[in-house]
């Protein structure tokens, strides 16, 4: 099978199950697990974050970050398709009684000017406008990245109005290969930041979230609150630290081979559109015929692998364990399918 329904279906390579295996060990509710302390401070320092803080789930660093940076009845200002609010099961509200308002975004980037018609004024009636919650690259804007020029101009326009800023980096190294930036410059813009090991950088499991050293102790209050208090972490945080080591240039890779599949697409008479691949996300509609189910099953049975994504878009992703003969092998079948 050619799995192509997300980049966390990466299993851990030989030379990061050699690091786990190795990992020394402690207790990291008690802060004596070295191997997560030392994955904490690796990833504050790209950043140029004080702290960072690994927890079992990207979900579950978003979800800490907006309840640390907000207090109950507050607004949350995002992207209408982000994951913060259409994937993470309504645990804005659940968890920490935040309200959402939910922009349009061009290929799920906001710009300053929505975001400036967005905040509520400081009236009884409304929910105070709190925090700006950014994704990079943006999942259901098919891996589209921000220009650093207009995170700044938003970070500028959130400080005047005393707005925190989050970012959901779980794809951020897709970004930062592709643009170049230095990752501390999203560390001076975002009080807040979520970074996912466990997509393309290949760790099985894990996300981290960083902060500045006066969040710190509330993310890890919160972290406990929420059940993600990890004991012998290190194991985990092992596959981290080699994932950061090894498995950030070569995302580039997947970006190679998403742009591939994304120009083969568009070639097929089933196929209506094709998103423009930026980084490892190819979003395709296809034609008006078929439903996106119907187009996933027939590629079910020849053994490639998809997501849904819309009533008829499919999405597919690159990862680590796609190779180039996997991509001339689903090149063949699409070119194949006789619809
Ligand atoms: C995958 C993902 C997350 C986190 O997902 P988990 O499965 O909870 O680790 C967060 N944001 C975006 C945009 C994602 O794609």
């Not at 209050?221 to 994932?243: D, S, T």
Request: net charge negative; with cysteine; proline share 4%.
């Amino acid at each position: 099978m050619i799995d192509l329904r997300s980049d966390t279906i990466t299993r851990p390579v030989s030379g990061m199950l050699d690091a786990m295996m190795q990992a020394e060990i402690g207790d990291d509710v008690f802060g004596e697990d070295p191997t997560v302390n030392d994955l904490e401070e690796k990833i504050a320092k790209i950043f140029g974050k004080d702290s960072a803080v690994f927890c079992p789930s990207g979900t579950m660093t978003n979800q800490i970050a907006l309840q640390v940076l907000t207090s109950p009845y507050e607004e949350v200002i995002c992207y209408e398709g982000s994951h913060v609010y259409k994937y993470e099961g309504g645990g804005l509200a659940g968890n920490s009684g935040l309200s959402t308002k939910l922009l349009k975004g061009e290929r799920g980037r906001l710009s300053l000017k929505e975001i400036s018609t967005a905040i509520n004024p400081d009236d009884p009636h409304f929910p105070k406008s709190s925090v700006i919650s950014l994704e990079n690259t943006v999942n259901k804007g098919g891996g589209s990245f921000y220009d650093l020029k207009d995170i700044h101009a938003i970070h500028d326009f959130a400080r005047h109005h005393d707005l925190k800023m989050h970012l959901d980096g779980a794809r951020i190294f897709n970004a930062l290969v592709e643009t170049g930036d230095d990752p501390r410059d999203y560390g001076k813009c975002f009080d807040t930041i979520s970074v996912c090991l466990s997509k393309g950088l290949g760790a099985p499991v894990g996300s981290v979230l960083l902060c500045d050293k006066t969040l710190e102790k509330s993310v890890r209050r919160a972290r406990k609150v929420f059940g993600g208090g990890m004991r012998q972490a290190g194991f985990l945080a092992a596959a981290g630290i080699y994932a950061l080591d090894n498995h950030v240039d070569r995302l580039v890779e997947d970006h190679v081979r998403a742009r591939h599949l994304g120009a083969k697409l568009i070639d097929r008479p089933w196929v209506k559109n094709v998103y423009p691949v930026d980084t490892n996300i190819v979003i395709f509609e296809v034609d008006e015929e078929f439903t996106a189910i119907e187009v996933l099953n027939i590629l079910a049975e020849k053994g490639i692998q998809g997501v849904v994504f819309g009533p008829r878009e499919i999405r597919w992703v690159t990862h680590l364990d796609y190779t180039d003969d996997m991509m001339n092998k689903t090149i063949d079948i699409i070119n194949s399918l006789d619809l």
